[in-house]
């Protein structure tokens, strides 16, 4: 065990595995979720402790990390008499893995330095497999001296840890990532499509382009579940919507237009429409065959 001692808020199909990690490679740490079952079960399962609110979960803590929902989950476990920041000691460090929106990350980096803490925007890539292997990739934003104290903890349950920058930098680079993964999803798409309608087997496509220059992560991972309609792997396109909304309202900022990323939005909200939105991103192929009515 290490002398730094952590808190983890928030137990789902991310965090629990992340804080999970945490207590096995040595850091003592204390869980919160709203649900106090998974966090009584992920004790029994990991060791360390609980607490029956976030406030509780870190006044011990040198480190506190989170991941939970969007901007309003974040601020309902930040904020309040029972909320992290009653709690957090004075120099401890807030990283908060959430997607949320820059802004956001602003405003929580405010709220710690206003009560002497710290904080960096932390936004994580690699999905609930990811996290389970310990491989995710950070993309963080805050003070290069609290990157630099928290990259060899947050490397417990990561491949790849960058500081992109300021605060919120983390949070904006999480936003690349998302309209690169839609950008990807829309072509590979319209690609099966044009091949299922081709005649070729989708697994032999695959096999043989996957080494080349059209080779992807979503290529190799999800066209072959992609053309059997197979759609339970993970991130649901319902946060893939929120993020997506992050990404546009961003790029609105800066006048900008992103129009793949904006078709893509749309095609995921018909899908939400027909009561598919627990469905993973994949299933973006879906809305292409039903505005085809193949």
Partial sequence: MTTIKTAFIGLGVMGAPMAGYLQTKG?????????????ENWVKHY??????????????????????????DVRSVVYGAEGIIAGMKEG????????????????????C???????????????????????????????EADFNEAKPVMMSYAKAVSLLGEHGQGQRC???????????????????LLAEESGLDVAQVVETLKH???????????????AKGEFNFGFA?????????????????????????????????K??????????????IEALRLEQKI
């Fill in 237 to 269: 396109l319902d946060w893939m919507r929120k993020d997506l909304a992050i990404c546009l309202n961003e790029a609105s900022r800066h006048g900008l237009t992103l129009p793949l990323t904006q078709a893509t939005d749309e095609r995921y909200a």
């Fill in 113 to 143: 330095d206003a009560i002497g803490a710290r904080f960096i925007d932390a936004p994580v890539s690699g999905g609930q497999v990811g996290a389970e292997k310990g491989a995710l990739t950070i993309m963080c934003g805050g003070f």
């Fill in 92 to 111: 401890a460090l807030l990283v908060d893995h959430t997607t949320t929106s820059a802004t956001l990350a602003l405003e929580l980096a405010g709220a």
């Fill in 174 to 192: 999480k936003m690349v990532n998302q309209i690169c993964i839609a950008g990807i999803l829309q072509g590979l798409s319209e690609a099966i």
């Fill in 27 to 39: 850091y003592p740490t204390t869980v919160y979720n709203r649900s106090a079952e998974k966090a």
């Fill in 271 to 284: 899908l939400q429409e027909k009561g598919m939105g627990r469905m993973d991103t994949s299933s973006l």
């Fill in 212 to 226: 080349g220059a059209a080779g992807s992560w979503q290529m190799e991972n999800r066209a072959k579940t992609m």
């Fill in 47 to 72: 060791g360390g402790s609980m607490a029956l609110t976030p406030k509780a979960a870190v006044q011990e803590a040198d480190m506190v990390f989170m991941c939970v929902g969007n901007d309003n």
